[in-house]
């Protein structure tokens, strides 16, 4: 029998989709536009989030009003940056002071938080 690299390649496409269709056969919700999904969490944020109110990951998911547009890990953690980069920065993308933040998280705070600004410019 003859390697053959299309018949491998053909192969892999076809367990790679077999993987996507059980992951979203899994789902509750039918994917949401990634808009309505930002749009949610952000709602749902602003009216039980604050300083004295805060809230995790662990709690989204719990939460049966937004769990349904948390989505997985890697997903959720990149819409929460991705709100966070539209929503702490100016209109040249730079991120503001600490107390002008709309989202606030720890890894946030470390990276790109008044204290790093500060470290960056010395």
């Not at 899994?26 to 999904?37: D, G, M, V």
């Not at 949610?40 to 662990?58: F, G």
């Not at 990149?78 to 600490?98: F, S």
């Given at each position: ?50 300083s004295q109110h ?7 998911r719990e939460d ?59």
């Amino acid at each position: 029998m003859q390697y053959d690299e299309k018949v491998e390649k053909s192969t892999m496409n076809m367990l790679y989709y077999t993987q996507e269709v059980d992951a979203m056969a899994k789902r509750t919700l039918s994917k949401e536009a990634r808009f309505e999904r930002l749009f949610k969490v952000w709602e749902y944020l602003r009216k039980n989030n604050d300083s004295q109110h805060q809230t995790s990951q662990a709690k989204l998911r719990e939460d049966e009003e937004i769990k349904e547009y948390i989505g997985g890990k890697q997903a959720f953690n990149r819409l929460i940056k991705d709100m966070a980069n539209a929503m702490n920065t100016d209109e040249h993308g730079v991120y503001k002071r600490e107390e002008e933040w709309k989202i606030y998280f720890n890894d946030l705070k470390k990276y790109y938080g008044d204290e790093a600004a500060d470290d960056a410019i010395d």
